[in-house]
């Protein structure tokens, strides 16, 4: 199944820019951990994870996940990381405390992960580079047909021409210099002239 943009426009995605985000999150591993004493758990913000640098939301059958990326650290090219919490409200996750009342605590971490910076830069991209610019959504393999126009390819056909037929009865357009036909894993030739095609051209053409 091809990815789609979906917001903040609808549009094919670039397969390898997707690609690339998930590989970087299997497996998605820890190059050290910060824990926080119990009594003095960590503030978000002194990592740059509240509010965060950049944020990635993915979403499995199995399971959802959502991590936090902050700020580099201060010595190597790394950044600090958190998974989002997902528990019930007022319930402290694994790895956090709670403050407050039930009605209105807040999560604040006990540990942090350092990771390296290539996740962040993965998704640190312009909305452009994740959209495909393949122009054409194709797969060769199941091309069947091919008709070819150019201004440089000989006169146009006429409606006598019997290489091309008549469009009425399901020949090709008039305008069309030449067509190819596939005949079983071999390309033919089918107008103005029929021969065999140079499967090369074709399949580079494709």
Request: glycine fraction near 8%; charge should be negative.
């Amino acid at each position: 199944r091809a990815w789609r943009l979906v917001s903040p426009l609808d549009a094919r995605a670039d397969d390898s820019q997707v690609q690339r985000i998930l590989s970087e999150l299997d497996p998605l591993s820890a190059e050290r951990t910060l824990t926080a004493p119990k009594d003095k758990p960590f503030a978000l913000a002194d990592f740059g994870l509240e509010p965060p640098k950049a944020s990635l939301s993915a979403n499995a059958e199995s399971r959802s996940v959502k991590v936090l990326i902050g700020e580099k650290t201060p010595v190597g090219a790394n950044r600090y990381l958190k998974l989002a919490d997902t528990t019930e409200a007022g319930t402290p996750p694994p790895g956090g405390v709670a403050d407050g009342s039930a009605e209105t605590r807040s999560v604040r971490p006990t540990t942090i992960s350092v990771v390296t910076s290539s996740l962040f830069d993965a998704v640190n991209q312009p909305v452009d580079a994740y959209r495909s610019h393949e122009l054409v959504d194709a797969d060769p393999a199941s091309a069947t047909q091919i008709a070819l126009t150019s201004s440089t390819g000989g006169p146009p056909a006429t409606p006598s021409d019997t290489a091309f037929g008549d469009p009425a009865t399901g020949g090709v357009p008039a305008s069309v210099a030449c067509t190819l036909r596939k005949q079983g894993e071999r390309w033919q030739l089918t107008g103005p002239i029929t021969d065999d095609a140079d499967s090369g051209a074709v399949a580079t053409m494709l």
